[in-house]
């Protein structure tokens, strides 16, 4: 399993960013994909996930963030809206090879990370 991400960067509070996450090594269309996030001291946090059968958001995002995928290009993306300074934190993309979202960062394949900083 290999997971890129890009998109990350600093943006305005209330501005908007979309990461991208490229798979390979793995039947990506059969199994959920996702991300989770890590702010500096905190413990790790689901935020959203996309599998065939199901779509997870983590309270904290609902309502800003969108998850999508691309089965032809193997990439899943998180669009970001409305950002506040909380959601400051390194973003990954991860997957547990489960066929849905029940279980989607637990088991240690994610990608390098995407920073993502909100601040004015």
């Known amino acids: 399993v290999q997971l890129v991400e890009s998109g990350g960067g600093l943006v305005q509070p209330g501005g908007s960013l979309r990461l991208s996450c490229a798979a390979s090594?793995?039947?990506?269309?059969?199994?959920?994909i996702g991300w989770f996030r890590q702010a500096p001291g905190k413990e790790p946090e689901g935020v959203s996930c996309?599998?065939?059968?199901?779509?997870y958001y983590g309270d904290s995002v609902k309502g800003r963030f969108t998850i999508s995928r691309d089965n032809t290009k193997n990439t899943v993306y998180l669009h970001m809206n409305s950002l506040k300074p909380e959601d400051t934190a390194v973003y990954y993309c991860?997957?547990?090879?489960?066929?849905?979202?029940?279980?989607?960062?637990?088991?240690?394949?994610w990608g390098q990370g995407a920073q993502v900083t909100v601040s004015s």
């Open positions: 090594g793995f039947t990506f269309d059969a199994y959920g």
């Open positions: 991860a997957t547990d090879l489960w066929t849905d979202c029940s279980h989607y960062y637990l088991d240690g394949n």
């Open positions: 996309i599998s065939n059968s199901d779509t």
